[in-house]
């Protein structure tokens, strides 16, 4: 009950109240008027309180209304900023998408690059047992030729045993002439490989730096068809040299693959909102 209502129940009740019992009356309402002047200071206070808590939002209103062009401003970026982060977002999912298939290329690579020094290793073995093979002859064609003195200077030749052992040195020189062929082309091919790969590795770092989201990216799609570059060349070289090595490509054969390198590096349009 507040004080408002107290004072109107009271008057109710002194208007009832006979004139001979109204000294003993407002005896007892002494304490029922103490409690409504405290009520009434309460409420002063609270109302002082309540005023500067007024004043304070009508301050903040003013301030917020000064606001209110910049609160606009930055509302219309937001709606602009949305739509531009939208598309950052779905070109930064296609650029790692590309570095994935980059990163499964660069792991294709050096599987044929092991595959490569295991060959070559195969044939360092095969052309040492040559080696130890053409110096076995060598030392045989040496005692021949010794017997062959000794007999010539006895009066005693045997010309048949000559041309089988000549012959036969050079079938193993023919042989480690190819054998060293051989290695010669393999290094070549395993030295592009190590080149490609690092390529491959660079390409691949810039385009992992280039999948930071910038600021503000403005959006082209190009007037002209995109021209074969050096770089778009050497991932084709790149593409056959593997496909012709490693027989099937991922499973397709090597008539159904078709490499276009116009579209090598070009990111296909972003998909409809």
Known sequence: MTAETRCVVLEAELSRTPSTELPLRSIALVPVVNDV????????????????????????????????????????????????????????????????????????????????????????????????KKSVVVRELDMVKRKLEEKERSGELNLKKIGELTAENRRFTERLDEAKIRIEVLNGEKLKLEQNQKKRSSDSNIAASQCEEPKKIKIEEPDEKPQITESKLQWKNLFETNRALSGPYMGIPPATVHFNPANAFILPPPPPP
């Open 37 to 132: 002047e405290d009520d009434t200071i309460k409420l002063k206070a609270e109302k002082g309180k309540l005023a500067k808590e007024k004043s304070n939002l009508i301050q903040e209103l003013i301030e917020a209304r000064k606001n209110v062009p910049e609160l606009k401003k930055l509302k219309k970026e937001k709606e602009e900023y949305g739509e531009e982060r939208l598309k950052l977002y779905r070109d930064l999912k296609e650029a790692h998408e590309w570095i994935e298939e980059l990163e499964n290329l660069l792991d294709e690579a050096d599987q044929q690059c092991d595959k490569l020094k295991k060959d070559i290793e195969e044939l360092d073995d095969e052309e040492e047992e040559l080696l130890k």
